[in-house]
């Protein structure tokens, strides 16, 4: 098996001064040592960033900021997992036109690599021990944790120290890509206890929407090879993109996947479907960005939710609800949907 790594291109670095104390911070800076850098205060406050116009977002994801986390807080959660951990890195290197992280588009929006990983792991094997079950722990609700093993190399060797320091948790965290070389080349008596679970999208919407992402093709391929590897095959389809070729888009990624998931990633799947939710920073962001893309807003389909925010009309929602559930129930048998939002 062979998984083409992508090469993940940085302009500049932005640093904090006492990365120099990690070992993954001297590493980093080895690693791109050829780079520019500009040292900082904060990764939580760069201000020449702030100046950037939003024609600049581009540009923004081109910079690899590297700190330490300050802030531990969890979360809890009652979707796939307990609780929402603050992990190793936040924002991304990809970009997708509805992502949530772009909250506050030169704050969240660039990947924040965290280099004090141990004091984030011990925190949260010391969090896990004190519970009274096995918790699910969400640890990629901020970031793409295989993207960013492609900068820090280090996913497997976390997960290892996770798992060879405490029995009271899991791990899940979703993806949009398919590198998933330190998944498979993990120990098998973790594996049952690693959820990772594959974002999906019709290819249409993957080439025009989410910049940057493995194609369908490939992250097909990979819940294969994950299956072949033990995991059991968790897909979210989402975020769910309504346009005016809805029907025949999700139709032609249900039957993809029904054509070209192995049997064995089909013996039991849990899906989770979240429809898109918008902002009027994603519309700003985009229309000036990405002038030529798909225009993801629509008054015709969505109605505001809070100041500047959007989200489909319920009666078009529910409309897509039962074309999905049906077209889901129409194409597979043993299946499971944790929730469909």
Known sequence: MVIHLKQVI???IYFEKDIINYELGNYLLNKYENLPKTEILSHNNIEELRKY???DFGKLKRYLII???KTHKYVENHKISDYLIPFTSSGCYAMCMYCYLVCNYNKCSYLRI????????DRLILFANKQNKECVFEIGSNSDLLLENLVTDNLKENIEYFFDNTSHGKLTFPTKFHYIEPLINLPKKY??????????NPQNI????????????DRINAINILAEHGYSTYI??????ITDSFEKDYTSLITTMKEKLSQKAKQNITFEIIFMTYSYIHRKINEEAFPKAINLYSTELMTSRGIGKYHYKNTVKEKAKEFLLKLIDNNFKNY??????
Do not use: C, Q
């Open 236 to 241: 979210l389809i989402a975020p769910v993109i």
């Open 53 to 55: 116009e939003n024609k």
């Open 114 to 121: 965290f280099v004090n990983t141990k004091e984030i792991l």
């Open 336 to 341: 499971t949907i944790k929730y469909i939002v």
């Open 10 to 12: 940085f302009d500049r």
């Open 67 to 69: 700190g330490t986390r």
């Open 206 to 217: 993957i080439t025009k929407v989410e910049f940057g992402t493995s194609n369908l093709n």
């Open 191 to 200: 594996i049952k206890k690693l959820l990772p679970r594959m974002s999906l």
